[in-house]
């Protein structure tokens, strides 16, 4: 409606997540002299778990998620007697009982029923 082509758009932000993918694998790559398929795996569930945490929709909700998770993880790891070996499942647990007692995130928006 305004003149903005949805389709070069789309087009251009595939593009720059392709770029932003292949330039942080090629980093990752040369950090540790290895390249395999699935590097990137448990950070993208990690990103993925963050963003479950304080809803979807909701940027600034997934940036305090992330840092909800990663506080925990390091607080596990830190003050936890073999911490390191529990801090995917503190991770983990902290997204299962957001989605029980709190579906739509943290921050999520509430929907409403129209009837």
Avoid: H
């Avoid at 997540?17 to 292949?22: D, E, N, P």
């Avoid at 911490?83 to 709190?102: H, T």
């Amino acid at each position: 409606m305004m003149g903005i082509d949805v389709k070069k758009i789309f087009i251009f932000t595939l593009i720059i997540g392709s770029i932003l993918g292949s330039v942080t694998g090629l980093t990752n790559g040369m950090t540790y002299n290895i390249v395999k398929f699935n590097m990137g795996f448990a950070a993208s569930i990690k990103g993925f778990a963050a963003a479950v945490v304080d809803g979807l929709g909701n940027i600034y909700g997934a940036i305090i998620g992330g840092l909800l998770l990663g506080f925990m993880e390091i607080f596990t790891v830190s003050f936890i007697t073999d911490g390191s070996s529990y801090q995917d499942m503190i991770s983990f647990i902290i997204v299962i009982i957001c989605l029980v007692f709190r579906p739509a995130g943290l921050f999520g928006e509430k929907a409403y029923e129209k009837i």
